[in-house]
């Protein structure tokens, strides 16, 4: 059996940024990852999404490219070289993880881990055991399957499979109307599919500000992207033809969506399959693993941080909390605010959040005051032709910043300048006597009223 300082089970965003920073602070660490370095945010979320995302807005762009007097010929995807550019991106960005995996002190071993006792972890694979003080979960999370007829049926698919697809599908339905959902809908309605989302709340980006997601909800349809909200799916069912069919019922009214392709986008759930938790004693719901406010769980030293905590599904949520872990582990303090998280959503137009909703305020009682700016008179905005958003700030009565929620042009970048506020506690009134340039995006944030 192997001792360390430290092991971490799963090598995302979370296990290894830690892992660099331990081993670089003198600890020795193991890194067990059953999969491929950089999780599912490198390998099938997040990276590749974006690379989509990146020729989605290319071929929006060409096909305005009359707008601003330049003359093309009709625009073609290549649905093949889409998905070889995703993946020598992908390739470039886990070849430079493996190098950090090779940093002095890191022991990484590719396998299933898997708890023989509180702080003893052997890896399937091998006869190998491993043996620490302190460990981290670090797994992530799995896609949801609706516990429906025919959910696993051949065309129903993850993110995963549809960022490999070679064909554009002629129609796709989207079973869910949040960030993944929403995400892939924009791309292939993009790339020429006839697209569907349906939806189970009675809004798309349930947690996400109202207003907001009504807003971006009406952009999607103005550009051809249908909506069915409040609608529980019922079915899939697949005809001899290979079509699908998606069954849905709606205010006690059945509807159906047709489709040749369906993604699955309900969510994920936090990925504790094999691990052993019942032999380790470490308590987990249906969430995920239970922790404290340090993220340790009920076994004093280990760990569970990211999305297999159930707390906050987003990468660098997760690399922060195994920042503070690890700054936890080793008797450090550190101003990590993990209560101030933004979030935003790759759809055109984009949009961003950090901090409360108008809906979370009134549901605690918070009295807050909304503030408004919108693209429309922003002139960088207008140049862009972007003048479609707003910019929408909340504060309570000694102006302090709430939340802050932004639909528009760059809005994934904007919403850093209210984070940083945030953390700092600085009032919204100071934004007025911060000299922003001109023309800039950033001036929607000196102008709201």
Known sequence: ???????????GPAGYEAAVEAARGGMSVVVIEAAKPGGTCLNEGCIPTKCFCRHAEVLDDVRSAALYGVSTGPAQLDMAAVVARKDEVVARLVS???????TPGITYVQGRARFVGPHVVAVEESSEQFEASNIMIATGSVTKYLPIEGAHLPGVVSSREL???TQVPRRLCVVGGG?????????????????TVVEFCKEILPNFDRDIAKRLRTSLKKRGIRFETQAAVTAITRDDDGQLRVAYDKGGKAGACEADCVLMAVGRAANTAGLGL????????????????????????????????GLCQLAHAATFQALHVLHHIRGEQDAIRL???PAAVFTSPEVAMVGFTE?????????????????????????????EGLVKLLTDENDRILGAHILGAHASDLIHEVAVMMNLGVPAGRLRD????????????LHLA
């Open 163 to 165: 960022l490999n697809l």
């Open 179 to 195: 960030v993944i959902g929403l995400e892939f809908a924009g791309i292939f309605h993009t790339f020429g599919s006839e697209v």
């Open 359 to 387: 809906e979370t305020c009134k549901e605690r009682g918070i009295a807050c005051r909304v503030l408004k700016s919108f693209y429309r008179a922003n002139g960088k905005a207008l140049a862009m032709n972007a003048d």
């Open 1 to 11: 059996m192997q001792k360390a300082d430290l092991i971490i089970i799963g090598a």
């Open 339 to 341: 209560d101030i998280v």
């Open 96 to 102: 430079g993880v493996e190098g950090l995996l090779k």
């Open 278 to 309: 019942d032999e380790a004693g470490i308590a987990c719901t249906r969430r995920g693993i239970t922790v404290d406010e340090h993220y340790c769980t009920n076994v004093p030293g280990v760990y569970a941080v990211g999305d297999v905590n």
């Open 434 to 445: 911060v000299v922003h340039a001109h023309p800039t995006l950033s001036e929607l944030l």
